[in-house]
């Protein structure tokens, strides 16, 4: 959900003003293919293929992923992933699998506390072992690290960008957090 509205006229003034911020060329180079991408998000038969691309890379990670038609309360309960849902929600949990250490993946939602999608909500607060300082920092990088992968795989990774709240901030702090976030993934060996 999109914190503050962007007109569309807006758009690409707003993007040129959060590229020019960018200090180093890793941070620019990474921008650049996210915003080469569609700020749409896919339908129909394209969703359906971004979904099966983004499962394939989840297993290609040795993520676990319950069988087709398996309903879950939540995207990760702790075991495996909801798959049944849209390929960004996909990549940003997988992101979280491998961004989470490995007594935190026995925990629904990674122990971070109930996501947007969450339907226990109470189920993942109870589980929740991260302190919000922390959760904050492992969400941005869950959610640039799945961006990046988006854009990789041709998927609408600027519609993540945008709805994730990436030029948040703007004026101030968007650019030099982004590059921050995209540091820590890179010192990580994940980017």
Known sequence: MILTPIPPDRLDQMLDQFARQLADPASHQAFARIRATSPERAAGDIAEHHRNEALALARARSVPVHPAGTRSRFNWDGMALDGDTEAYVLLHEVAHFLLAPPARRGLVDFGLGPGPDTLDRAAAESAA????LERDL???EASLLG????????????????????LE????????HFTAVLDRLR?????
């Open 138 to 140: 492992e969400e941005a």
């Open 129 to 132: 072992a991260v302190a919000i």
């Open 169 to 176: 901030g703007l004026e101030r702090s968007a650019a030099p």
């Open 187 to 191: 010192s990580r060996g994940l980017v």
């Open 147 to 166: 961006i990046l992968w988006e854009a990789e795989l041709g998927h609408p990774a600027l519609a993540s960008f945008l709805d994730q709240n990436w």
